[in-house]
């Protein structure tokens, strides 16, 4: 069998590299959920002859529910490529990166053949941006899970002011989205869009 490579670029939201990395936390798994540190174990061996400079380990204590491969730099360098060699298949990629703000990529799939190089690039984008993209899907859930309404109202209050957005803003775009689910047959999502407008008068 032969391996394939995953070229894996790290970059601000803005799509330039990221230049003060000194600590990444690499999740690859395949699209079924199998790790590749458990997978292959010879990824680790893999990477640190790849990377001698660099400290380089599994780690099995599970950040948000996922294991990792930790690369550190030496001292005073810096982190934005990873080139690892996996098996052929279907992968789900992310990391978790430490430098001085929002921490966690994006998540990229990527399909790897035999002998294959893939790139992917993952966003890193800054905590407004994420806040920003949180905010509707959070209000919908909660409302879903039945969130008491002074919970709602300060998650809300605190999202928004993370993401710098004034709560004329966020009205307006809840009555676009009540317009756009007007036009189709779902009830319980209406009822929610509904009652997301009530609570955030």
Wanted: a neutral charge; proline letters at 5%.
């Amino acid at each position: 069998m032969s391996y394939g490579h995953l070229n894996i670029w790290l970059r601000y939201g803005d799509c330039s590299i990221i230049t003060d990395c000194w600590r990444t936390d690499l999740v690859v798994k395949t699209c079924g959920g199998q790790y590749l540190i458990d997978m292959d174990p010879s990824v680790i061996a893999k990477l640190k002859a790849r990377y001698p400079d660099m400290a380089i380990d599994a780690i099995h204590d599970p950040y948000y529910g996922e294991e990792r491969i930790r690369i550190v730099p030496p001292a005073g360098k810096f982190l934005f490529h990873i080139e690892v060699e996996v098996p052929p298949g279907c992968y789900l990629v992310w990391t978790r990166i430490c430098y001085h703000g929002n921490e966690e990529t994006n998540k990229a799939m990527a399909i790897v053949g035999c002998g294959e190089d893939v790139c992917i690039n993952l966003l890193l984008n800054s905590i407004e941006v994420c806040s920003k993209e949180l905010l509707q899907p959070i209000l919908d859930h909660a409302v879903a899970v039945g969130i008491p309404k002074e919970e709602i109202v300060a998650g809300a209050k605190l999202l928004m002011d993370v993401a710098k957005r004034p709560i004329k803003e966020v009205n307006a775009e809840l009555v676009r989205r009540a317009n756009e689910v007007k036009a189709v047959r779902m009830p319980d999502l209406q009822k929610r869009v509904a009652k997301i407008q009530e609570i955030m008068k």
